[in-house]
C-alpha cells in the first residue's frame, strides 16, 4: 500500500497553508515551471552525505539508501492532493538530448503499485537513460514521481546526485563537471529553497556543497544547512564539538541556519519513520546536541521549520511570480508578433511580405524626415541610436564633406606668386586663339580650375561611399526590426542587398557626371585674378550639387522604394518563397511560443484566483483578451498547422501602417539661367 509510510506528511497539511501551496502546484501542473522558477525545495550534498535519507525523512517515500546505490539522475518528487492514491513515474528528457531520444524517453511511463517497487523501478528508468556501470554513469534527465493521495501535500521536492570530489573508475572527469553543473543550475533558481546537507563524518570544510551553495547564494537567504550522520561522532570530541558549533550557525552561517537530522543505518534492516523518529528524537535529546534548539533538530521540527519557509517563500514571491509571468508573456507575444502567420501559401507570404514593407516604409520615411519618435530609434546617444537616425549621420557626413573639400579639395600651390604667374604666362602662349592683343583664351581658366580642383574626385567618391555605408547600416535596423529572425537574412540578401548594390553602382555614376560637368561648364572670366573667386563659388555649388543629385535625388529619394508594396504584388511564387518562405524550424519555433503563450495565460489565470481578485489590473496587461474571451489551450494544435493567436488587450494591437506620402515635386528656377531642373526631392535644396 502506498499510505503506511506516509505519516509524517501531515506537517505541510494545514487548512491555512494549503491554498498558497494549491496555487504553486497549479502553476506547476500547467507548466509554468519550464518558463519562470517556483519554489521548490532541492536536497543537494557529496556523495553518501545522507541526501536520500533526508529526503525519505521529508516526504515520507522510502528512497533507497543502500550504500552502494546513489541518485545518477535528479529526482523530482510532485506531491499533490488528490481523492485517489497512485504514483505516476515518467521521464523528462534534457534538451541536450538528440529528438530520437528525447521521443523515446518521453514514452518511459509507469504506474508504482508500492513504495517498495521503486528501486527496481529507478533501475529501469537508468537503463533507458542509458546508465551503465561501463559507460556514462550520470545523466541530466529527470526521473519524475508524482505522488498522488488525500494525505499529500501541494509540494516538490528535488534529490539531485551526489557531487564528487574527483573521478574515479566508474566515474569520470566528465561525470564530476555535470553533476555540479546541474546542482548549480537547480542552485541558481532564484525560487529554489536549497537544503545544503553535510555528513557529520567528514570535515564539512572539505565537503563541495557548501562552497557551491555559497556561490550560488551569497547571502544565505534560502540555504538551510542540514547536519546528517551525528551519532558517528565521538561524545565531548573536538569533532563534535566543531559540529555543534556548525549547528548553532556559529563557522558558516546562513539566513535560514542549521538543522540536524539522525539517519538511520540502512544495514540495520527494515524499519517504519515511527520507529526512525524515535531513535532521533532519543539520540538528539542527550549529550551536546540536546543543547541545539528543538526547532533546529529531528525529522518532525525540520517539516514544520520547512512549511515555513516554504508557505513565506510562496507568499512573499507570488507578485513577482505574477510579475514573471506577465513579463515572459510580453516577450512571448513580442516574439510571436515577429515569427507571424503560417507562410505556407502564396498568398499568405505575400501578405507577410505587404505587411512587412508597409513597417519598412513607415520607419525609413521618419528617419529620412527627421522624425524620430519611434521606439525603434532608441537612445541617440547610444551607437546603434545613432546609427538609426539617418537623416542626422547623412547631415553631419555633408558638413564633413564640405569641411574636407575646402582644406583638402585645392591641389598644391606654387612657392609664390610669381612662380603662378609665370605658369599663366606660359600657357597663354600654348592657347593662342584668334582673340585680340590683350585678351586670353577663356579656356584658361578652365585648365587652371581643372588642375586646382584635381583632388575633388577622390574626397567626393569617399563621402558618397560613406554615406551609402551609413544607409546600409541603418537598413540593417530597419530590417531586423521590421523582420522576424527567420526571414531576415533572406530579405536582406535577396530584397536589400541587390538594391543596395545597384544604388552604389548608380551613384558613383552621377558622381562621375558632376564630376566632368564643373570643370567643362566655366564661364568665362574679365580676367584672370578672379580665377580664385570662381574656385570659390564652384566649390560651394558642387558641394550642393553632391548632396542634392547624388546623396538626397540619387540616394535618400530612392530608399522607400528598396522594400515597396507595389514590387511585392508583382513577385512570383518563386520569389515569394525564397523571400518569405518557412523553414521547419520556424513552424517549431513558432509553435512553441503559442504553446508558452498558452501556458502562461492559463498561469496568469491562476494567479488571479489564488490573490483573491477576480481580474489582475496593470498599466499593460499582455494576457487579458479584447474581447473578454477565455483563452482556450486546446486551440493550440499538435500539428504544425498554425492559427492565428489570440489578441490581446494590453499587448500593443498591429496597427495598420498607410504608405508614406510620395515626395513633393520641386522646380528649381535661376534667374539668368531660367529653369534649371525639376524632379522629385523630400528635402528642399539650398541654393548658394
Known amino acids: 500500500m502506498l499510505t503506511k509510510l506516509t505519516p509524517g506528511l501531515d506537517g505541510f497539511c494545514s487548512q491555512d497553508e494549503l491554498h498558497l501551496l494549491d496555487a504553486v502546484d497549479s502553476l506547476r501542473s500547467h507548466g509554468v515551471s519550464r518558463y ?54 515518467s521521464i523528462v528528457p534534457h534538451s541536450s538530448r538528440i529528438n530520437l531520444e528525447k521521443a523515446t524517453l518521453a514514452k518511459f511511463e509507469e504506474k508504482l503499485a508500492a513504495f517498495d517497487d521503486l528501486p527496481t523501478l529507478i533501475t529501469r528508468a537508468s537503463n533507458a537513460m542509458g546508465i551503465t556501470d561501463i559507460g556514462k554513469a550520470f545523466f541530466n534527465d529527470i526521473l519524475r514521481i508524482e505522488v498522488n493521495g488525500p494525505d499529500r501535500p501541494h509540494l516538490t521536492i528535488v534529490d539531485l546526485p551526489g557531487l564528487i570530489h574527483s573521478e574515479t573508475k566508474s566515474q569520470s572527469a566528465a561525470d564530476v563537471d555535470m553533476i555540479k553543473d546541474v546542482v548549480q543550475g537547480y542552485m541558481e533558481e532564484p525560487q529554489s529553497i536549497i537544503l545544503a546537507v553535510v555528513s557529520a563524518k567528514k570535515d564539512y570544510a572539505n565537503q563541495v556543497v557548501l562552497k557551491l551553495a555559497r556561490s550560488a547564494d551569497r547571502k544565505g537567504n534560502h540555504t538551510l544547512g542540514i547536519i546528517t550522520k551525528p551519532d558517528t561522532l565521538l561524545p565531548a570530541s573536538q569533532s563534535e564539538a566543531s559540529f555543534l558549533s556548525l549547528a548553532s550557525n556559529n563557522d558558516i552561517e546562513f539566513r535560514l541556519g542549521w538543522h540536524v537530522l539522525k539517519n538511520t543505518d540502512s544495514e540495520a534492516g527494515v524499519w517504519t519513520l515511527e520507529e526512525r523518529n524515535a531513535l532521533e528524537t532519543e539520540f538528539l535529546s542527550r549529550g551536546g546536541w540536546s543543547a541545539i534548539e528543538p526547532s533546529s533538530r529531528g525529522i518532525e521540527a525540520l517539516r514544520t521549520r520547512l512549511s515555513n519557509l516554504l508557505i513565506y517563500q510562496i507568499a512573499s514571491e507570488l507578485p513577482n511570480l505574477i510579475s514573471d509571468i506577465m513579463n515572459r508573456a510580453a516577450l512571448c507575444q513580442s516574439q510571436l508578433g515577429k515569427v507571424g502567420e503560417a507562410r505556407e501559401t502564396t498568398y499568405q507570404q505575400r501578405v507577410y511580405l505587404i505587411k512587412i514593407s508597409q513597417g519598412f516604409q513607415s520607419i525609413v520615411g521618419a528617419a529620412i524626415d527627421g522624425t524620430f519618435n519611434d521606439v525603434f530609434f532608441g537612445d541617440a546617444m547610444s551607437p546603434s541610436g545613432y546609427q538609426k537616425r539617418i537623416r542626422a549621420v547623412i547631415q553631419n557626413l555633408s558638413v564633413d564633406f564640405a569641411a574636407k573639400l575646402a582644406k583638402d579639395g585645392k591641389s598644391a600651390p606654387y612657392a609664390d606668386e610669381e612662380q603662378f604667374l609665370n605658369k599663366i604666362i606660359k600657357l597663354m602662349k600654348r592657347s593662342r586663339g584668334r582673340e585680340l592683343p590683350g585678351m586670353f583664351n577663356p579656356m584658361i581658366v578652365a585648365d587652371l580650375f581643372r588642375e586646382q580642383s584635381s583632388p575633388w574626385e577622390d574626397i567626393t567618391r569617399a563621402h558618397v561611399k560613406a554615406v551609402w555605408l551609413a544607409t546600409r547600416d541603418f537598413l540593417r535596423h530597419v530590417v531586423h526590426e521590421i523582420a522576424d529572425d527567420t526571414t531576415v537574412a533572406t530579405i536582406w540578401e535577396k530584397i536589400v542587398t541587390p538594391k543596395l548594390d545597384h544604388l552604389l553602382v548608380m551613384l558613383m555614376e552621377r558622381t562621375t557626371i558632376l564630376l566632368k560637368q564643373h570643370p567643362s561648364q566655366v564661364a568665362a572670366s574679365d580676367a584672370l585674378e578672379y580665377l580664385e573667386a570662381y574656385y570659390m563659388v564652384a566649390m560651394k555649388r558642387f558641394i550642393d550639387d553632391v548632396s542634392v543629385e547624388v546623396i538626397e535625388t540619387g540616394l535618400v529619394s530612392a530608399l522607400r522604394s528598396i522594400i515597396e508594396p507595389v514590387g511585392i504584388s508583382t513577385m512570383s511564387a518563386e520569389e515569394l518563397d525564397e523571400a518569405a518562405g518557412e523553414t521547419d524550424e520556424a513552424r517549431r519555433t513558432r509553435k512553441e511560443l503559442q504553446v508558452q503563450f498558452s501556458v502562461l495565460k492559463s498561469g496568469a489565470e491562476v494567479c488571479k484566483q489564488f490573490t483573491g481578485l477576480g481580474k489582475l489590473e496593470f498599466d499593460d496587461d499582455p494576457l487579458s483578451d479584447t474581447e473578454g474571451n477565455e483563452f482556450n489551450p486546446e486551440d493550440i494544435p499538435a500539428d504544425d498547422a498554425s492559427p492565428p493567436i489570440a489578441e490581446s488587450d494590453d499587448f500593443p494591437e498591429e496597427e495598420t501602417v498607410m504608405a508614406p506620402p510620395e515626395p513633393e515635386p520641386y522646380e528649381y528656377t535661376d534667374q539668368d539661367e531660367g529653369v534649371r531642373e525639376v524632379g522629385l526631392c523630400r528635402t528642399p535644396r539650398e541654393i548658394p
Do not use: M, W, Y
Not at 45 to 56: A, Y
Not at 62 to 87: D, G, I, K, Q, Y
Open 36 to 89: 519562470v522558477s517556483l519554489p521548490q525545495i532541492i536536497v543537494c550534498g557529496d556523495q553518501s552525505s545522507g541526501k536520500s535519507s533526508v529526503l525519505e525523512a521529508i516526504s515520507g517515500i522510502p528512497f533507497p539508501v543502500r550504500s552502494n546505490v546513489c541518485t545518477r539522475f535528479p529526482v523530482e518528487f510532485v506531491l499533490r492532493r488528490t481523492a485517489h492514491e497512485a504514483v505516476n513515474v
